[in-house]
């Protein structure tokens, strides 16, 4: 064989093992009826692409007989059942609409209110057609008005259930900064001086709200603060007395803390107090503890910096003695990174970091990702929220007021899934 030949095979082997394998493309084979073609991208896996398209990893290979191993190709093409593949046209808002012309209603979690309210006013500035309107109403409410389509959005750092996904129809979750719950208390000596710097541990934290602990002095409390003069009172211990996004993230790392109280009460948004009194929303509960002398309850906390209310430090799940701040938060988003679930959630609670604040949480917005039809609203909407994950402004708002803005992982796979949202068949976002 002459060298020219040679030279020629070896390029076309060469061409056949550089170039990705592909069934076909969208546009050499039409699917049939009830199907859509799904081409494989970086980083899918069928697991990724099953969950992309809302089917499951049996019915993609039963719809495609030819997949007798689970690797997969860049450029592959693949039959997916009843999968309507998302636009590649975006909607875009008309020019020159009057300022505040877009009302954008929201209600929800009382968690992240105060840089709620920061966001809307600073983004008048960027966007002076935005009237975003939210009120903290709680997470169970917002969940509620969010499955019912009463609101544009939902807030919650309460979690949706599977049964308020399937009423909701197309909900989705998209994390928007992450908070600390902190125990706070007001407390005196017995000789009437405030007591301000106190330290818990996880097993004293759970037994104070078991009312295992009862009193200030008890033995374990004075241990772990031999320079505090702890008085002979009792504890009152306050709670919130609505559903509630922090109130699920205080009790599931209760649960984690304590098996005690993971058996007698559990985790939820709403739980059966074994005692104390409750108040509504995170301000209802920081009221109820600057009001009631020798108490204890748990806000978000901005609220326990707002309302100047003393918060206690924690021994977290390393034996490490941490303070909640923007740094122990990041800690903790760390320790859970790459654990997202399919729904864009995680919980946060007990984090194993030596610096990690062992009750923290995401508190999240929810929309409808396929039936908004105001597309000039829903394209003002997702703005909002895309300027609030990106802009080094919100950013900042954000750490003065105690939260962590999302790691960069994490905001890169929300603003994916912001990207996703359609409005009347269209992209919403550019």
């Known amino acids: 064989m002459k060298r020219s030949a040679h030279v020629f095979v070896y390029l076309v082997l060469m061409l056949a093992i550089a170039t990705p394998y592909r069934i076909a493309s969208a ?10 073609n799904y081409t494989v991208v970086a980083g899918d896996s069928l697991a990724k692409i099953a969950d992309k398209t809302g089917t499951s990893m049996e019915q993609l290979k039963a719809a ?41 209603s929201g209600t929800g979690a009382t ?45 919650s750092d309460s ?35 405030v007591i301000s710097n106190l330290t818990l541990d996880r097993k004293t934290l759970s037994a104070i709200f078991l009312g295992t602990i009862t009193k200030w002095n008890d033995a ?12 002979n009172k009792p504890i009152t211990t306050a709670h919130r007395s609505d559903g509630s996004g922090t109130t699920e993230i205080f009790t599931k790392a209760l649960s984690s803390f304590s098996d005690e109280w993971k058996t ?37 906390l901005s609220f326990a910096l707002e309302n100047k209310i003393p918060y206690a430090l924690m021994v977290n799940k390393s034996g490490v003695t941490v303070k909640a701040s923007a740094k122990t938060l990041q800690s903790a988003m760390s320790d859970f990174a790459g ?58 708002m954000a750490s003065n007021l105690g939260y962590a803005v999302l790691p960069g992982e994490v905001r890169s796979q929300t603003l994916a899934k912001l990207a996703e949202v359609t409005c009347n068949g269209l992209r919403v976002l550019p």
């Not at 546009?27 to 859509?36: C, K, L, S």
């Not at 689970?70 to 592959?76: A, C, P, S």
């Not at 990690?356 to 829903?378: E, R």
Request: proline share 9%; net charge positive; aromatic share 10%.
């Open 339 to 396: 654990k997202f679930d399919s729904k864009l959630t995680v919980t946060l609670v007990d984090a194993p970091g030596r610096l990690s604040w062992p009750i923290a949480g995401y508190t999240y917005v929810i929309v409808h990702t396929k039936t908004m039809t105001d597309c000039n609203k829903a394209a003002t909407m997702l703005g909002y929220f895309k300027w609030s994950l990106t802009s080094k402004e919100a950013g900042s």
């Open 111 to 155: 968690f992240p209110a105060p840089i709620y309210a920061a966001w809307t006013f600073a983004y008048l500035s960027v966007d002076p057609v935005a009237a975003v309107n939210y009120q903290p109403t709680g997470s169970g409410a917002g969940k509620k008005a969010i499955v019912d389509s009463t609101v544009d959005f939902g807030g």
């Open 64 to 104: 495609n007989p030819s997949l007798t191993t689970d690797v997969l190709r860049i450029g592959q093409v693949l039959l997916a059942p009843g999968f309507v593949a998302p636009s590649t046209t975006a909607y875009t808002r008309p020019a020159g609409l009057p300022a505040g012309s877009i009302p954008i």
């Open 220 to 231: 374990a409390l004075v241990k772990l603060n031999p320079k505090v003069t702890l008085p």
């Open 159 to 193: 979690l949706l259930k599977d049964s308020e996904y399937k009423t909701g129809g197309d909900l989705q979750m998209y994390p928007m900064l992450a908070g600390a719950v902190v125990p706070v208390f007001n407390l005196t000596d017995d000789k009437g001086k």
């Open 264 to 300: 007698k009460v559990g985790g939820n948004s709403t739980v059966q107090w074994p005692n104390g009194v409750g108040g509504p929303g995170n301000a209802g509960v920081a009221a109820a503890v600057k009001n009631t002398p020798s108490s204890m309850g748990y806000v978000e």
């Open 27 to 36: 546009d050499e084979a039409a699917p049939p009826a009830g199907y859509t």
